[in-house]
């Protein structure tokens, strides 16, 4: 069993660590690349990095994370979570519209858990995201959602997918019921978005 922890001082002196956030640097901007730029965000992190490198590798994420879901919804294109690219760009959405979610913005955070929802080729996680937009429509906090509707128990860690909120407390058919007429009402938003989308 090897020790978990990791050496912070030794890594800022590792000539290969170093070397490999530097290349992670010019990948991730050369190719665009959201999956690279989250490799360099941990690296990052990891070794404490400046706030301003961490804060910019965020912003570098989430602009072009949008900027995909721009395409995507242009060209009528869905994310597929078997492909690396398309998973850390729906993952950078997803965190984006929980941190709109903890801050209380309940109308962003919501629009953004519908759109994933209707971009997301993924059933669980589709319903995940209609869930998300349930719970946020039916006025509960982001701190009480976590409280009392989600099970962090079993999250499956080595899932890829496990960045996304899909453990609830209630099986998915009972918070369904639970939350009906808000699932009515944003199925509406979908529908009305889509056709909008159709006529473009």
């Not at 050496?7 to 990948?27: C, G, M, S, T």
């Not at 669980?124 to 869930?131: C, F, P, S």
């Amino acid at each position: 069993m090897t020790n978990p922890e990791i050496h912070v001082e030794e890594l800022k002196k590792d000539p290969e660590f170093l070397a490999n956030i530097a290349r992670l640097e010019v990948e991730c901007k050369e190719e665009e690349s959201i999956a690279k730029g989250y490799q360099l965000l941990d690296a990052q992190l990891i070794i404490e990095a400046a706030e301003d490198d961490i804060n910019e590798i965020f912003t570098f994420i989430v602009n072009t994370a949008f900027d995909r879901l721009a395409e995507k919804l242009t060209r009528s294109k869905m994310f597929n979570m078997q492909n690396t690219e398309d998973l850390a760009t729906a993952r950078a959405i997803y965190e984006h519209a929980i941190q709109r979610y903890s801050e209380k913005d309940q109308k962003g955070a919501k629009e953004i858990f519908l759109i994933l929802n209707y971009t997301i080729d993924h059933a669980e996680l589709k319903d995940a995201m209609m869930l998300h937009a349930a719970v946020v429509m039916a006025g509960i906090g982001f701190d009480d959602f976590i409280e009392q509707h989600v099970d962090v128990s079993k999250v499956d860690e080595s899932d890829p997918l496990a960045f996304f909120i899909q453990t609830f407390t209630q099986s998915k058919e009972e918070m369904f019921h639970t939350f009906e007429k808000e699932i009515v009402l944003a199925k509406n938003e979908i529908r009305i978005f889509s056709d909008s989308q159709q006529e473009l």
